[in-house]
């Protein structure tokens, strides 16, 4: 299986991360990594990674300004794509189309050829043109994840929330990691 993975500008670039990191213990997936301008500042920012390290988790990285790349054809075979985080900015381009980037550019072939796409939208509060985004996006088959805390797994650290969620994403490509505490009701 052939995942891209986009990490974009917004804050929470710790799930694109850990994701890459859960991605590169799973020998049947092959992953394709794709890094906007802000989230490599960011990742300077908020985590304690360097480009280069978050780069080897990948098995191939893109530069994002290669629009030319297999992954901007609807004939390089993927399983799908998530953007984790997902910026308003990304959002915005895939949701009008404006590929001027391997990243919008290939969310737009997945989209077209009917593939999986997983967004996950780090910002909040929404204004109503961001929600606009959000239902054209969901209309247009894209599926909406933003990072919502489970609490019934009852998480002790920061890395429990995240792995909660990183797992419900790679659910969503029937890829079962071991990281989600499923619900077993309330008799469990």
Known sequence: MQLIIGLSGASGLIYGIRLL??????????????????AKLNI?????????DVKALADHVHSN????????SGSFKTAGMIIAPCSIKTLSGIANSYADNLMVR????????RRRLVLVPRETPLHVGHC???????????ILAPPMPAFYALPKTID?????????????????TGLVKRWQGTSA
Do not use: Y
């Open 21 to 38: 990191e859960v991605l590169k213990r799973q020998p049947e997936v092959e992953t394709h990594l794709i890094m906007s301008g802000s």
């Open 44 to 52: 300077g920012i908020e985590t304690e990674w360097s480009i280069a």
């Open 132 to 142: 606009r985004l959000l239902l054209e996006l969901s209309q247009m088959g894209a």
């Open 106 to 113: 290939a969310a737009d072939v997945v989209l077209k050829e």
């Open 160 to 176: 429990d929330l995240v792995d909660h969620h990183v797992g419900r994403l790679l659910d969503l490509f029937d890829l079962d």
């Open 65 to 72: 300004n290669d629009i030319a790349a297999n992954l901007a």
